[in-house]
């Protein structure tokens, strides 16, 4: 796993290096993103389109994301990573919250999702006031700025077994897990966004990024049930440092980890509770 | 501005039996008071947000700015608490608005003899213009999050000679042991009005209030149940995390926001909501609800030499107003806004007892001498009601249709119909009635209809300011408030009209 991830880590200095000038080629159009002016969401029941979503992207969205999905609203500049992650690029089409594997592209769910979940830890607002054909339309329109959309399918959502019961034993695996991936050279021994590489961190663009502190209260950005805690690091967000475990971890092992996961975490768990009897130890951050 | 003390200024002066010119002045006066209030660019810095993500025009609400609102200011993601935010930030916003307008209305006027010069031969009915340039108040908004979960709003107001009062005050607990149905305000705030006054386009003196919040019966004197103005007391608000679910009910001092405790001290009234928005898919969100408004409020001061004693009120009567609301949208672009009232006033209140102190609700008192003139009654040991005497009743509805060509420019027109059902003075009755006749007063006394037309345009949409140009127009009418027939000798129907151009600067 170390070898992995140092790999990993030369990957992501690469990327880095040359992040800057990919965005600035990324840029495209206003003929090339029209061109997908026909692009369709299917979702809750609905079928979206780019035109019937573009009033509320002009009313909504456009201040940060920007009138061509760049993410050069007029008030990105004044978010300032890694306190205030910087808006998406659509264009780049890479997203963070998806139930399909690394790599790919997100379903129309998830981004469906994303946008009445929000974003807790950045200026990414809750948008579940909208109607599902709002919603619907909107991820049509945001699914048009990237010519990936066109290009590739969105990758086959992982098949999450079902939750088993928690137990101490399975609590113990978990943080055994924990130990053995190394979750904690970002996240920290007891969870708090403190590991050794946290300072470090950037995310694909080269902006500072902070990994997620599971004590603070904050809610995961990609939700927060078991299942969505389970789909986030075996999927990882694409476009930063969180990177995927699918390789690494086992279906029935991914439980147990969000198990110990939880004991970390102030919202009240059934794991949280029997944690309070096994008096664990953080692991050890010199295996 | 809103001066809270406007709407019943003009109330007062229509419930004295005979209006003159006293009209035209008080719609000068009362520009101060129609200015609408709540548009905050300090939001929009603080999360990065275009005005038009929480506002259908600044600075009415849609659904995004009402559940905003209803979180306590928060967008619920931990970047909330003003920690967070740069330390060279500050929630303030000002708000101040010059306009042009051209007033109108019906007066008594002097008519000279053409023979005999300087010799007034008798009144006649005349309609009197009067246009210029005016200023608004000015209006410090500030508001936000003292603590995650812990908000505040203060808003200093002022009129056009730049003499300040709160318009509001309060602090408010949000999600209370983490449930969005739990959060509690105090102070002085507006009522949870699904149709929000006090973020209504309208400038003129008609269309900048909603008559059916302020309706009162002629020479009526409660002045307490006044759903537009801001109250005092503690509201417990809740609603479903997506804020689809609204409910509401507070506990108010039935003084219509006088501090001091100098009105209607001792008595209370409470103010319930209820609504719920559902998602019609295409046709975007409709929604539903009602409200109540049930209390009482004093109708006797206790005196020293004849003189009512601030805060002194007891003989409590009761008074209250019921009805729905909706606001249905047809997709993006169109909405229509609509607001029932059912009302009913105790008949001492019908009688004009009520405000007896006659505050103004700014330090001052509505009632000039000695002698004392246009003073409220006072329900005083022995007093009887006059035969025929009876509950005022009325019902009302506002309708407000709005056509949002972008979020820069719109189009809005309201109507409004106030119709008495039953007059204070009834049958039997043989005093003479607010128009100065003998006998019940005429079935239709008092009845208003409103409309109001105008155009908004913002040049500009950002974060940090705002400004808009508005062109309104608003045409008024009540029965046998107006000026004096010099034939009949009683009150006729008051006819005003408006012209508006204004430019709201906020920033």
């Given at each position: 796993m170390r070898t992995r991830l140092h790999k990993w880590f030369l990957l992501l200095g690469a990327a880095a290096f040359f992040a800057l000038p990919l965005t600035s080629r990324a840029q495209l159009t206003t003929e090339d993103i029209a061109s997908r002016d026909n692009m369709e969401s299917h979702v809750a029941g609905y079928t979206g389109h780019v035109q019937d979503a573009a009033y509320d992207y002009r009313r909504y969205c456009v201040g940060c994301h920007g009138d061509m999905g760049?993410?050069?609203?007029?008030?990105a500049q004044w978010l300032l990573p890694p306190m205030w992650p910087k808006p998406r690029n659509f264009q780049l089409g890479v997203f963070k919250c998806r139930s399909t594997p690394t790599g790919t592209l997100p379903t129309d769910d998830d981004l469906f999702n994303a946008i009445t979940r929000g974003f807790d830890r950045s200026a990414m607002p809750i948008w579940n006031q909208f109607t599902k054909y709002q919603r619907a339309n909107l991820v049509a329109y945001v699914k048009h700025f990237s010519p990936r959309f066109v290009t590739e399918k969105p990758g086959t959502p992982i098949s999450i077994p079902p939750e088993p019961e928690v137990t101490p034993e399975r609590i113990k695996a978990g943080r055994e897990v924990f130990a053995r991936v190394q979750c904690w050279k970002c996240h920290g021994v007891q969870g708090m966004a403190n590991g050794p590489s946290a300072s470090t961190l950037q995310d694909d663009l080269g902006f500072p990024i902070a990994a997620f502190n599971f004590t603070d209260g904050t809610r995961p950005k990609c939700g927060d049930t078991d299942e969505d805690i389970y789909r986030i690091f075996m999927t990882g967000l694409d476009g930063t440092p969180m990177p995927s475990f699918a390789d690494n971890i086992k279906p029935d092992e991914a439980w147990d980890l969000v198990f110990y996961l939880r004991t970390f975490m102030q919202q009240p768990s059934k794991a949280k509770e029997i944690a309070k009897t096994l008096n664990l130890k953080p692991v050890s951050a010199n295996p | 501005m809103h001066d809270f003390s406007c709407p019943r200024l003009r109330k007062a002066f229509h419930s004295a039996t005979s209006l003159t010119a006293a009209n035209l002045v008080l719609m000068f006066v009362a520009l101060t008071c129609s200015q609408p209030a709540n548009a905050i660019p300090a939001f929009a810095r603080k999360y990065g947000l275009r005005c038009s993500a929480c506002h259908e025009t600044w600075p009415i609400l849609n659904n995004f700015g009402l559940k905003f609102r209803d979180n306590g200011y928060q967008i619920m993601n931990d970047r909330d608490a003003p920690i967070w935010q740069n330390p060279s930030y500050w929630p303030i916003t000002f708000r101040i608005t010059p306009v042009w307008h051209r007033v109108s209305a019906s007066n008594d006027v002097d008519t000279y003899s053409t023979t005999a010069p300087g010799v007034i031969t008798g009144t006649a009915i005349q309609q009197i213009s009067s246009s210029g340039v005016d200023l608004s108040g000015l209006d410090f908004h500030t508001g936000g999050t003292l603590e995650k979960n812990i908000s505040f709003f203060v808003l200093p107001s002022s009129d056009p000679t730049a003499a300040f009062h709160f318009e509001t005050v309060m602090a408010r607990f949000d999600n209370l042991f983490g449930s969005p149905w739990l959060n509690i305000k105090l102070g002085r705030f507006e009522l949870n009005n699904l149709l929000s006054e006090k973020r209504m386009v309208g400038l003129t003196d008609e269309g900048g209030i909603y008559q059916t919040y302020h309706f009162i019966p002629v020479a009526d004197g409660n002045i307490f149940g006044q759903m537009g103005d801001n109250q005092l007391g503690i509201e417990y608000v809740g609603h479903s995390y997506d804020d689809r679910t609204r409910i509401s009910a507070a506990l108010l001092d039935s003084n219509d926001g006088n501090v001091n405790l100098t009105l209607g001290a001792n008595s209370y009234s409470g103010f319930f909501t209820f609504d719920q928005a559902i998602d019609t898919g295409k046709w975007d969100v409709q929604r539903l609800g009602a409200y109540a408004f049930a209390g009482e409020a004093a109708t006797y001061y206790r005196t020293l030499g004849g003189v009512p004693i601030a805060g002194s009120g007891i003989g409590n009567k009761s008074f209250y107003r019921i009805g729905f609301t909706g606001q249905f949208y047809f997709g993006p672009h169109f909405d229509l806004n609509v607001v029932t009232q059912h009302g009913q006033d105790n008949a001492w209140f019908g009688q004009g007892y009520g405000n007896a102190v006659n505050t103004d609700g700014n330090g001052g008192t509505l009632c000039s001498g000695p002698p004392l003139t246009n003073c409220l009654a006072n329900n005083t040991p022995g007093t009887t009601l006059p035969i025929g005497s009876q509950a005022p009743v009325w019902n009302g509805v506002t309708f407000e249709a709005r056509y949002v060509y972008s979020p820069q420019l719109i189009f809005i027109a309201d109507y409004e119909l106030e119709k008495m059902s039953q007059q204070a003075d009834g049958p039997g009755f043989t005093g003479l009635n607010p128009t100065g006749a003998p006998g019940p007063s005429p079935s239709n006394l008092g009845n208003i209809n409103n409309y109001n037309a105008l155009i908004r345009y913002n040049p500009f949409m950002t974060s940090r300011a705002g400004l808009a140009i508005q062109l309104e127009y608003t045409l008024f009418h009540q029965n046998g408030t107006g000026p004096v027939s010099p034939i009949t000798g009683f009150s006729t129907s008051t006819n005003s009209n408006e012209l508006l151009f204004a430019l709201d600067i906020d920033y």
């Open positions: 760049d993410a050069n609203g007029e008030v | -």
